[in-house]
């Protein structure tokens, strides 16, 4: 079975600039969640999708970050204009299950370096 | 959710048993306990979780105190490999599958 798939695994941007990031869950997985990690911290919810439909995206910096998934299978999470406090791991989740528990798959994550 | 506390930073001798606490004194009773590990540049990785009873299996055994206000992820037989950030999360699982929130972790460190 395929994992989750990002990309691209390494990012370096000035800051102002603008970034995006891939990816796909694995296959029949509802659930996708970001999460940023940045260095010397457990990860930090970003955005949580169920299908297309956004959960929880309290935690979003939605004057510079966004996110999308629109047909409800791959996602992108775009930041515009970048900061220097951006630079972190982006890691992508994803969960099959809709009720009850279930183990949230990750996948390598993408590493942002802003300059 | 609730908050999880965890030591910062454990060592155990290859071969040995790694037992990591968690403290989750306000912990509701729907909200399961979750272990994740992160090793070095990976992303984190599901370990085992548990509500009530005691859970086993071939990763490592989570041992859940009957007032649920604690919790010991045991590694049996830790390796170098084992070397890693372990997360302890409580969840609540919910048919939006549930957030995991995560804190610092234990940093572990398997020594030969």
């Known amino acids: 079975e395929a994992g989750v798939a990002q990309s691209p695994r390494y990012k370096i941007i000035e800051k102002r600039q603008s970034v995006a990031f891939w990816c796909n869950p694995i296959?029949?997985?509802?659930?996708l969640y970001w999460y940023q990690q940045i260095l010397g911290q457990g990860p930090k919810l970003l955005i949580q999708f169920q299908n297309n439909g956004v959960v929880d995206d309290s935690q979003l910096p939605k004057d510079r970050f966004s996110a999308e998934r629109l047909k409800g299978v791959d996602s992108t999470l775009k930041i515009q204009p970048a900061k220097l406090e951006d630079s972190a791991v982006y890691l992508c989740a994803s969960s099959f299950i809709t009720v009850g528990t279930g183990e949230l798959f990750f996948g390598e994550g993408s590493r942002l370096t802003v300059l | 959710d609730a908050k999880t506390t965890q030591p910062p930073s454990m060592d155990c001798a290859e071969g040995r048993a790694a037992n990591l606490p968690c403290n989750h004194s306000?912990?509701?009773?729907?909200?399961?306990v979750y272990w994740y590990r992160q090793i070095h540049s990976q992303g984190p990785q599901y370990i085992i979780h548990?509500?009530?009873n005691n859970e086993t299996n071939e990763m490592a055994s989570l041992i859940i105190t009957e007032d649920r206000k604690s919790s010991t992820l045991i590694l049996p037989h830790a390796t170098l490999r084992d070397t890693a950030v372990y997360y302890c999360?409580?969840?609540?699982?919910?048919?939006?599958?549930?957030?995991?929130?995560f804190g610092q972790g234990t940093e572990l460190s398997v020594k030969p």
């Open positions: 548990g509500l009530k």
């Open positions: 296959s029949g997985h509802a659930t």
């Open positions: 306000t912990i509701s009773g729907n909200e399961y």
């Open positions: 999360i409580v969840r609540v699982a919910n048919n939006q599958g549930g957030k995991l929130i």
